[in-house]
């Protein structure tokens, strides 16, 4: 799942509850579909299309 994160979050993953991991402001990332979800309804991200082929072959160079 393709997320923008809307605010900062520290994300504790209920599977791996050693780890937290620090989302910040502005971030676009592709993480767990269940750990997506989770933080969409807490309002914390939202869900976004992943980049095509040519944007990435583009933000290359």
């Given at each position: 799942m393709?997320?923008?994160f809307l605010?900062?979050?520290n994300?504790?993953?209920p599977e791996q509850?050693?780890?937290t991991i620090a989302y910040k402001t502005g971030m676009e990332l592709?993480?767990?579909r269940d750990w997506g979800t989770?933080?969409?309804a807490d309002g914390d991200?939202?869900?976004i299309s992943p980049p095509s082929k040519s944007d990435i072959e583009k933000a290359k160079g």
């Open positions: 393709r997320v923008r605010k900062d979050r994300w504790t993953p509850r050693g780890i592709t993480i767990k989770q933080l969409v991200a939202e869900e």
